[in-house]
């Protein structure tokens, strides 16, 4: 063996940038025990050409040998996919042991697709261990997305820490334009909570959820919170990703706590939010938590056991192509609702939300909004704080303080484009290609009224 440690050394020294050479030599080093210049060779190869799963697979086995968890996580963590289970297995410990739970989460979620009714104690320990445990110094994160360098949660804490409903301040008046839409949902949402006794009367089916789609800033999310407050029911957020985030098997009872809650404090509105997000995983993890979250929802949407009477449910998405279809089978998200840009006279109306507390003179909005095709409320919102800046920048300079102009809109619009345009294209195509059961006839629609 030595010899042919010597000859590899030897042909190596020649070409030293010959990396699947090098690799062969850590691989025969670590056969002959020598696990230590194993890891040295493996990693200049690694450091040579990281995308290398040989190279990467060796330096890790050699860590592994040494009892180094933290090259072992860098060297494998990359090519978890390409692992054996085994492997895996160690990956995801070796990650619990130094603290890395996002990495230790990811090497159990492959171990998930490959089996789902995997659970394995020493990891569930290690994790648990797992040094500097911060906990949540609240529930869910209510609105914020996840930011990706979120310190690691302690699991068990996470899914048994309070949920919390908010009885939000707004209501249908705050929000512009839309009417047809705020008809329907009172329709579908408020009169039901608010009436029950008269839709039972007329024999109208209470419960099931509706599904709000549409471009990015448009209000989805802003509907929801004012249709909770135009009906006083308790709000409670679910935010997908953070739910999924979570250690695996825990998301799940997450989710029943915050229906259980929803249920006890009714009449109550459980939303979520990036809906497509639970089913999003379906496309790498076909059995992975992914889809028990799924299996978890839909039980939850079906009542779980219980009554979801006075609990309604409200998603949203912006890309209502990629929500589970199991979600949109009857009794669960199966009233879906195009959240569209707000059309001139929707558009004026925000502008007039958006200035109704700052200083101006008297304003021709309507002809501000014509002028704004395709913005959504968010770029309403936007347009005003750009005109809000240019007076009061106008303000410092002077030391006087003026109303906003007129022409203070009119020189921001130049600044502001809308954000639609992507969304938009992008629905064009589904329209055309993939319009099933007619479901984005509404989109289509809207999107005829642009060229006209
Ligand atoms: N029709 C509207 N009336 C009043 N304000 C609106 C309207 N549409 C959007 N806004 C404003 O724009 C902001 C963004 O809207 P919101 O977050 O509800 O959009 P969204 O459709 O949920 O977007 P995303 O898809 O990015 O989540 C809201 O906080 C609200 O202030
Ligand atoms: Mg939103």
Known sequence: MSTTVAALREALAHSPENVPLRVHLARTLL????????????RAAVAQDSDRMDAREVL???A????????????????????????????????????????????????????????????????RAAPEPRLPSSALPSSAPPSPARPPRPLDAAAEAPVRGTRPSINFGDVGGLEALKERLRMDIVYPLQRPDLFKAYGKRIGGGVLLYGPPGCGKT?????????????????????????WLGESEKRLHNIFEEARASAPSIVFFDEIEAIGGARHQLKHGPGRRLVNQLLAELDGAGASNEAVLVIGATNAPWDVDSALRRPGRFDRVVFVPPPDAAGREVVLALALRERPTETLDLASIARRCLRFSGADMHHLVEVASERALGEALRTGNL?????????????????????????ARRYVSYANQAGLYDDVGAYLKSLEG
């Open 60 to 62: 890790g086995a050699a």
């Open 402 to 426: 003026r109303p906003i102009t007129q022409s203070d809109l009119l020189a921001s619009l130049d600044k502001v484009k809308p954000t639609t345009i992507e969304w938009i294209e992008t």
């Open 64 to 127: 592994g040998e040494l009892g180094d968890d933290a090259t072992l996580v860098d060297a494998w963590f990359p090519i978890r996919t390409q692992l054996g289970a085994d492997e895996v297995r160690v990956l995801a410990l070796a990650a619990a042991r130094t603290g890395r739970l996002d990495e230790a989460r990811g090497a159990y979620a492959v171990l998930h697709a490959v089996d789902p009714g995997v659970h394995d104690l020493a990891l569930d320990r290690a994790m």
């Open 31 to 42: 056969e002959a025990g020598r696990a230590d210049e194993a890891l040295v060779e493996a």
């Open 222 to 246: 802003h509907l929801a919170r004012a249709a909770a407050g135009e009906c006083g029911a308790k709000f409670f957020v679910v935010e997908i990703q953070a739910v999924l985030d979570m």
